[in-house]
């Protein structure tokens, strides 16, 4: 064979391998400047309820979700930490604060350190999916070292659960506060001596209670109905039991119920409330039925009660932004959405 026709065929295959070399080292991240347009984007609106009795308070954590803030670990945890710098200038942070993020919040954290086109897909199925090809193309880049598919998904899994456990453990000890850092999806969570621990198994989204020593000292039972349409319905295991989601959170200073928002139904969950005795309730993350939550707790004389979640947009599926709080004799808080990013303090 002649160095003629040897080249041309060493070529078809070398090609290939320096385009995909070529691809692999041209992308990008979200640069500075793309992300500018976020930071600091709108002011913060407050709300308080209650008076202060030296009993504890709630604060709500109402954040303006974009995937962007997901795109570098320190432009999360600013998004996360900006709430709780305005909540201790007005003095509402101590060792008896319980911090409420929305339910969700840990989900998004396998778009750490991708490629600007990945935040760029029509939906955040398609963002998954690009995540865990681009992974796999570039495996070092992306810090996650894996052959198969599940692999993939397990490796991104560990990095999402360690980076999450490490800030929300960081905040919960610089700020002296306990804080129920929203949900989390994972395969086979696990709470040991050492912290969170993922295994090979079902993937399951759930809420964890960080203490003011940054330990976890709480996690929720599994949230059952996902929101529809997000990439955690197609890992989480659903189920069709008809019991009622909720969980009672139990900081020292006081029990706490949370209803997991997409599984309510009025009057069910009403009565399996009631049969709690606790008098403190909060809805995590509901987006379908807000105005028939609103109605049942501004009727149900609860001690204490709200709602958080987010305002803002995932791709193309809006979050209203109606996280509200409420006493046993005073009005729902605020009366209209906030939109934009809120805190609200309920003072127990």
């Known amino acids: 064979m002649s160095p003629f026709w040897k080249n041309a065929i060493l070529s078809i295959f070398l090609i290939p391998i320096f385009f995909i070399l070529g691809w692999i080292l041209s992308g990008t991240e979200i640069s500075e400047e793309e992300f500018s347009r976020l930071d600091g984007k709108r002011e913060i609106r407050v709300e308080s309820s209650g008076y202060n009795r030296r009993?504890?308070?709630?604060?709500?954590?109402?954040?303006?979700?974009?995937?962007?803030?997901?795109?570098?670990?320190?432009?999360?945890?600013?998004?996360?930490?900006?709430?709780?710098?305005?909540?201790?200038?007005?003095?509402?942070?101590?060792?008896?604060?319980?911090?409420?993020?929305?339910?969700?919040?840990?989900?998004?954290?396998?778009?750490?350190?991708?490629?600007?086109?990945?935040?760029?897909?029509?939906?955040?199925?398609?963002?998954?999916?690009?995540?865990?090809?681009?992974?796999?193309?570039?495996?070092?880049?992306?810090g996650v070292a894996a052959f198969s598919e599940e692999e993939t998904r397990f490796k991104i899994a560990k990095k999402s659960e360690e980076?999450?456990?490490r800030i929300f453990s960081e905040l919960s000890k610089l700020y002296g506060v306990h804080i129920l850092a929203g949900t989390i999806a994972l395969p086979g969570p696990k709470i040991t001596e050492k912290g969170l621990e993922i295994h090979p198994g079902n993937w399951e989204e759930r809420g964890f209670l960080f203490g003011p020593d940054g330990k976890i000292y709480g996690v929720s039972?599994?949230?059952?109905?996902?929101?529809?349409?997000?990439?955690?319905?197609?890992?989480?295991?659903?189920?069709?039991?008809?019991?009622?989601?909720?969980?009672?959170?139990?900081?020292?200073?006081?029990?706490?119920?949370?209803?997991?928002?997409?599984?309510?139904?009025?009057?069910?969950?009403?009565?399996?409330?009631?049969?709690?005795?606790?008098?403190?309730?909060i809805v995590f993350g509901s987006k379908e039925g807000d105005g028939q939550i609103r109605d049942w707790f501004s009727k149900a004389g609860f001690e204490s009660s709200g709602q958080v979640l987010f305002f803002g947009s995932?791709?193309?599926?809006?979050?209203?932004?109606?996280?509200?709080?409420?006493?046993?004799?005073?009005?729902?808080?605020?009366?209209?959405?906030?939109?934009?990013?809120?805190?609200?303090?309920l003072y127990l």
Request: hydrophobic share 40%.
């Open 55 to 142: 009993a504890g308070n709630l604060v709500l954590v109402q954040l303006e979700f974009d995937p962007e803030y997901y795109s570098r670990e320190d432009r999360f945890r600013s998004w996360l930490e900006k709430p709780l710098l305005l909540a201790k200038e007005k003095g509402w942070l101590d060792k008896t604060t319980l911090v409420i993020y929305p339910a969700e919040i840990g989900n998004y954290l396998f778009l750490l350190n991708q490629r600007k086109e990945v935040f760029r897909s029509e939906n955040e199925i398609d963002a998954w999916n690009s995540s865990l090809w681009i992974s796999r193309l570039s495996p070092f880049r992306a």
């Open 221 to 281: 039972t599994p949230r059952k109905k996902v929101r529809s349409g997000s990439v955690f319905s197609e890992l989480v295991a659903g189920s069709d039991s008809a019991q009622e989601e909720f969980w009672i959170a139990s900081p020292p200073f006081a029990k706490v119920g949370v209803l997991f928002g997409n599984a309510i139904r009025v009057p069910e969950t009403e009565d399996a409330v009631k049969k709690t005795f606790v008098s403190r309730w």
């Open 163 to 165: 980076t999450y456990e």
């Open 314 to 345: 995932i791709w193309k599926e809006a979050f209203s932004g109606t996280s509200f709080i409420k006493t046993r004799y005073g009005n729902l808080e605020p009366k209209e959405s906030l939109k934009g990013p809120a805190l609200l303090n």
